[in-house]
T-cell receptor, first 116, second 112 residues
């Protein structure tokens, strides 16, 4: 499986500011995914990011709030804009398995965001 | 401390016993299912998967059972160890572009 890293691993931010989270993969992948995991909750898909095209957002998530970049096949960023305390969550990127016939997603370690 | 698993249902198991974690999935069109393990401070880790044309699949110390009739998935862990303590999520995929939907999760506590 791919090795996925995220930066920063955690951050504490002030209300109204923005934070950009980076996701780096050690191999080329077509699709990357961004999830949010609120405290004590399961994972919710924010958007799917393909290289060279606009990200596809899930219901309840919009590009103005969570702009995503996907400049190449090994890297993506998620920005949490104009943050409020409700944005305090773990943000995770994942990639598809990449081997034939698998639909498995593999996850990065997550970015733990606290908004004051 | 980490907040993952704070409000999730908890299963407590004695070390050495077998654990069974259950999951009800929602989409009858789902054709691929995955179990993930999430330890405190880490991202979800793939454990085992199963496709809808199977009803059982075994890995190392883990077995996944699928009952499509009642849309039920279970993860069995044999000889549970303290290192198995984590939150376990089932996930389903209804095809297409690998969009995975996660279940609510179960926190497994292993009692030494």
């Amino acid at each position: 499986s791919a090795v996925i890293s995220q930066k920063p691993s955690r951050d504490i931010c002030q209300r109204g500011t923005s934070l950009t989270i980076q996701c780096q993969v050690d191999s080329q992948v077509t699709m990357m995914f961004w999830y949010r995991q609120q405290p004590g909750q399961s994972l919710t898909l924010i958007a799917t990011a393909n290289q060279g095209s606009e990200a596809t957002y899930e219901s309840g998530f919009v590009i103005d709030k969570f702009p995503i970049s996907r400049p190449n096949l090994t890297f993506s960023t998620l920005t949490v804009s104009n943050m409020s305390p409700e944005d305090s969550s773990i943000y995770l990127c994942s990639v598809e398995g990449g081997t034939s016939g698998t639909d498995t997603q593999y996850f990065g370690p997550g970015t733990r965001l606290t908004v004051l | 401390g980490e907040s993952v698993g704070l409000h999730l249902p908890t299963l407590s198991v004695q070390e050495g016993d077998n654990s069974i974690i259950n999951c009800a999935y929602s989409n009858s069109a789902s054709d691929y299912f995955i179990w993930y393990k999430q330890e405190s401070g880490k991202g979800p880790q793939f454990i085992i998967d199963i496709r809808s044309n199977m009803d059982k699949r075994q890995g190392q110390r883990v077995t996944v059972l699928l009952n499509k009739t009642v849309k039920h998935l279970s993860l069995q862990i044999a000889a549970t160890q303290p290192g198995d303590s984590a939150v376990y999520f089932c996930a389903e995929n209804s095809g297409g572009y690998q969009k995975v939907t996660f279940g609510t999760g179960t926190k497994l506590q292993v009692i030494p």
